[in-house]
């Protein structure tokens, strides 16, 4: 497997044929089932203050084993991908009745791509993400005298996905995610308020490139409501404000982010 093929965290001490072996040998009696291999990458930004406090990066891979016979499943899994760990996952099945009907047909391929398999890890580089944190943060702070405390929450996941089912169906799936999130706090006459607006997506590419246009619009949102919120008679509890450009949970919220302008949503008194 080629050094460019994201399937080989998956396949380290595992080949995909041997994957294929596996789930034929062990999901050939079930009505339905599958083997689920998953690598996962994931990092995490915290800049608060004028300094990057928080820096965190983790891996992690493992599969699960599946099988459906009538209204009975049997689930295992484990964090290390081997032919052992598998072999070992499959004694589950044996709870299981033999399969008494014909078997679920496989789901329906399709060639369309939803998003790119480009890891948001390591396209960017760890300075210019430091960077960017620190851009919102200059950006944020001359807006407004009473702006006491911005905080930059940058994060972003790759995934790797093999679906292998006991026909021989296999189905890939690399997913990068990427989500940055602005709160902004303001202080007048002992009073402090809070805005937050974040934006996420499958765009791993575009992230800084988007992150550079919009952080002054950020900056913007949060000190807007903060103003609506000192407009406010009869204010004695600080109040929040969010706005969300989605969480970029699917492809289809991203892509939405892309087409129009966050959606704001106040819930303080006298917002609207």
Wanted: glycine share 8%; proline share 6%; aromatic share 6%.
């Amino acid at each position: 497997m080629s050094t460019a093929d994201p399937r080989r965290f998956l396949y380290r001490s595992l080949d995909p044929d041997s994957a294929r072996r596996f789930a034929a040998r062990h999901l050939s009696a079930c009505e339905d089932g599958e083997l689920f291999l998953q690598y996962s990458a994931s990092e995490a930004f915290g800049f608060d203050d004028g300094r990057l406090k928080t820096a965190d990066y983790h891996t992690s891979s493992g599969f699960g084993l599946r099988g459906v016979t009538g209204e009975t499943t049997a689930f295992a899994h484990a964090n290390e991908i081997s032919e052992a760990a598998i072999e070992r996952a499959a004694s589950m099945l044996k709870l299981l009745d033999p399969r008494t009907a014909e078997p679920a047909p496989a789901p329906q391929r399709t060639n369309q791509a939803m998003y790119g398999a480009d890891d948001p890890l390591s396209l960017v580089p760890f300075a210019e993400k430091a960077a960017l944190c620190e851009r919102i943060d200059a950006a944020a702070r001359p807006r407004d005298p009473r702006v006491s405390q911005v905080s930059v929450a940058l994060s972003a996941s790759w995934s790797v996905i093999d679906i292998v089912r006991a026909d021989g169906f296999v189905a890939h799936d690399v997913r990068p995610l990427v989500r940055l999130g602005v709160q902004i706090v303001a202080e007048q006459h002992g009073r402090r308020e809070t805005g937050y607006h974040g934006l996420g997506g499958r765009y791993p590419a575009r992230l800084p490139d988007r992150a550079h246009g919009v952080h002054d619009a950020q900056a913007d949102q949060g000190r807007h409501r903060i103003r609506r919120f000192a407009a406010t008679p009869g204010r004695s509890q600080p109040a929040q404000c969010r706005s969300d450009g989605g969480n970029g949970t699917d492809a289809a919220r991203g892509r939405a982010l892309a087409r129009r302008q966050p959606q704001l949503h106040c819930r303080a008194p006298g917002c609207q």
